[in-house]
């Protein structure tokens, strides 16, 4: 199963995501976790990825197909992966056709999570992150059982730089110049799947497992 994961920032990409490993054993691959990973570790791919992460900008599609590419090629990529995050606009998903290309694959469906403007706000102003196993948390819609820590691991939960409410309305204008677009880029080859990406995360898994 080769699928890409399409929707606005705060539309359930990871969430979903992470639910369709555990539900398929297949790797979710975003683009957004391996940069930040990258500026974490302070090389030179996640300094210079991280001045455009914090303005809410795109990182440079040169900058990207590096990772993509290699990531791609690794071993547990080859039964198939769900791509979130990736490809942001026209140029990575022709990338993304020239790499199916070359492995002898075809992309098997575009899921599209359809979230209104206002709800993805709401749960992105809100969302905590465990900085240790990457659990997401909302301060309204899914709090962790103790004050501000991971379940998992009693990590310090924390916001990510880039959810601030000024940041995440950049994000917003990109993914509607930019990325949006790459819904009808999809609809056109007959393999876009379009999800109501409102309600609870369980009946939303519901509705992509039963569409797939
Ligand atoms: P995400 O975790 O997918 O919301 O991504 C967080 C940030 O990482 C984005 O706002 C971009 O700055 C950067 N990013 C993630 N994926 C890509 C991509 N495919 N192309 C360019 N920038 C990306």
């Known amino acids: 199963m080769r699928l890409i994961l399409l929707g606005p920032p705060g539309s359930g990409k990871g969430t979903q995501g992470d639910l369709l490993v555990g539900r398929y054993g297949l790797p979710r691959i975003s683009t957004g976790d391996m ?14 990825a991280k001045q455009y992460m914090d303005a809410g900008e795109l990182v440079p599609d040169e900058l990207v197909f ?16 769900f791509l979130d995050g990736f490809p942001r606009n026209t140029a990575q998903a022709e990338e993304l ?3 199916f290309a070359e492995i002898g694959h075809e992309i098997e469906a575009a899921v599209l999570l359809d979230v209104p403007r206002e709800e993805v706000l709401r749960r992105l102003t809100g969302r905590r992150m465990c900085p240790v196993c990457h659990t997401a948390y909302h301060m309204v819609y899914h709090q962790p059982a103790n004050d501000c820590v991971c379940d998992h691991d009693g990590a310090k939960l924390s916001q990510r730089d880039d959810d601030s409410e000024e940041v995440v309305s950049e994000r917003l204008r990109v993914y509607e110049e930019q990325t949006k677009p790459l819904v ?7 393999i876009l799947v379009k999800i109501d990406g409102t309600g609870p995360v369980e009946e939303i898994f519901d509705r992509i497992t039963k569409a797939l």
Do not use: P, Q, T
């Open 35 to 48: 940069l930040r990973e990258a500026a974490s570790e302070g090389s030179e791919l996640g300094i210079k």
């Open 184 to 190: 009808d880029y999809y609809k056109s080859r007959g």
């Open 97 to 99: 056709d020239v790499v």
């Open 66 to 81: 590096g990772i993509v590419r290699e990531r791609l090629s690794r071993v547990d990529a080859g039964n198939g992966f």
